[in-house]
């Protein structure tokens, strides 16, 4: 019984200090992108910005973009600067489609990560 507890308890400590560790890593990838200027707003969406994340739930993200910028362009480089293996999911929309419905479930919980290439403190 006190292997079992213990094995419980270390898999308990790894698991936290892996998700410590992917906060982190999302931080940094989060500050890169802002400081990028890619887009003039990101947003974090879906289960983190909901609160009803697991500690191995991906990080989705909307980046909003200028009406004259290129999607694919810009997904592109949001790609280049992701530095591991980290679970995110990025969604490029532009300016005017924010208020879209097609897009309003998904951002009713948004939680605001910059603006304007400033990035907020979390």
């Known amino acids: 019984m006190q292997i079992h507890n213990d094995l419980k308890t270390r898999f ?8 410590m560790e992917m906060d982190k890593e999302f931080k940094v990838f989060i500050d890169n992108l802002c400081r990028s200027g890619l887009g003039k707003e990101v947003y974090l969406v879906g289960s983190r910005a909901r609160g009803d994340n697991k500690p191995y739930s991906d990080y989705d993200i909307v980046v909003v973009i200028d009406n004259n910028q290129d999607h694919i362009d810009v997904a592109e480089k949001i790609q280049l600067l992701k530095k591991s293996k980290l679970p995110i999911d990025v969604i ?3 300016e005017n489609d924010v208020e879209d ?7 009713k919980y948004r939680k605001s990560l910059c603006k304007h290439h400033s990035a907020i403190q979390r």
């Open 12 to 19: 308990y400590i790894v698991m936290m200090e892996r998700v």
């Open 101 to 107: 419905s097609i897009y309003n479930e998904m951002m």
């Open 92 to 94: 490029v929309i532009k």
